[in-house]
């Protein structure tokens, strides 16, 4: 079993930033990929960035490239937008995958999500 616990969310000004953070216990050493997703109210679950555990596989969304960056435990968001307002959640793995899989389905522990919210 792997525990995830989500902080650093809140409010910022568009323009702004924050950097979330994943703590993790449990059976870590086992876990294969970090992945961050984000839910909006009446949205589905969609993939942000992940990071591979083993190697240096990272993999970010289209809409956040270039303005979000994946770290191991960490995700540092620059550049934020109102459409980047949704509770956001970590997640990880604890089976072999060959890259960061970038649907829900691919990860078997969530973290309980930390509120991110932009104001215009």
């Known amino acids: 079993q792997v525990q995830l616990v989500e902080s650093g969310g809140g409010l910022v000004q568009v323009g702004g930033s924050l950097t979330l953070s994943c703590d993790t216990s449990?059976?870590?050493?086992?876990?294969?990929?970090m992945g961050w997703f984000r839910q909006a109210p009446g949205k589905e679950r969609e993939f942000v960035a992940g990071?591979?555990c083993i190697g240096s596989g990272i993999s970010y969304a289209a809409s956040v490239r270039g303005r979000f960056t994946i770290f191991r435990k960490s995700i540092q968001m620059d550049s934020l937008t109102p459409e980047d307002t949704a509770v956001y959640y970590c997640a990880t793995r604890d089976t072999y995958y060959p890259r960061v899989p970038p649907e829900p389905s691919g990860y078997n522990y969530w973290g309980q999500g930390t509120q991110v919210t932009v104001s215009s």
């Open positions: 449990g059976r870590t050493g086992s876990t294969y990929a």
């Open positions: 990071i591979t």
